[in-house]
């Protein structure tokens, strides 16, 4: 058992990067359960072209059924105001809520939200992989399992 029963990492994954990926990966190691927030679910725009499904999919392509296994995907709207999205996500994380560990990276100013909760926050350093083009997620699935 991990010192951590419960993680979770919260991300757009528009475009899916390595940098997403090593976090995952990271998240997997540091808990039993890791849950991912996919952001941006109800958009569908320029910024954001996947679906949340799509991204579910190309992530859990990239996991071991050992890591599927242990990642949960939950949908996350973007909202009116960020105490109502902390409601959201502390809502969803349900028994979990005060235990659960947050993993992050506070890379820029997007990353304000890590100070937003009050759980125990894990920040991963900051990687520029660069994106793994949706062409050869497929590939890089298989590479991985």
């Given amino acids: 058992m991990k010192s951590n029963h419960v993680a979770f990492y ?3 994954f528009q475009r899916l990067n390595k940098a997403h990926l ?3 990966k990271s998240g997997l190691e540091l ?3 890791l849950i991912l927030f996919l952001g941006s679910a109800n958009k569908i725009d320029h910024k954001n072209p996947y679906s949340v ?3 579910e999919h190309m992530i859990r ?3 071991t059924k050992e890591e599927n296994n242990r990642t949960s995907f939950i949908a996350l709207n973007d909202m009116s105001s960020d105490e109502e ?3 959201y996500i502390q809502h969803s994380l349900g ?3 005060e235990s659960a560990v947050l993993i992050g990276t506070d890379k820029d100013a997007s990353s304000y939200y890590l100070k937003l ?3 125990k926050i894990i920040e991963l350093p900051v990687q520029n992989y660069g994106d793994i083009p949706v062409s050869s997620t497929l590939e890089i699935g298989r590479a991985h399992v």
Avoid: M, Y
Wanted: hydrophobic share 35%; glycine share 4%; with cysteine.
């Fill in 10 to 12: 919260i991300g757009r």
């Fill in 22 to 24: 090593s976090n995952i």
């Fill in 31 to 33: 808990a039993d359960h």
């Fill in 85 to 87: 999205w902390v409601q």
């Fill in 95 to 97: 028994e979990h809520k």
């Fill in 53 to 55: 499904e799509e991204r």
């Fill in 61 to 63: 392509l990239c996991l």
């Fill in 117 to 119: 909760f009050p759980n």
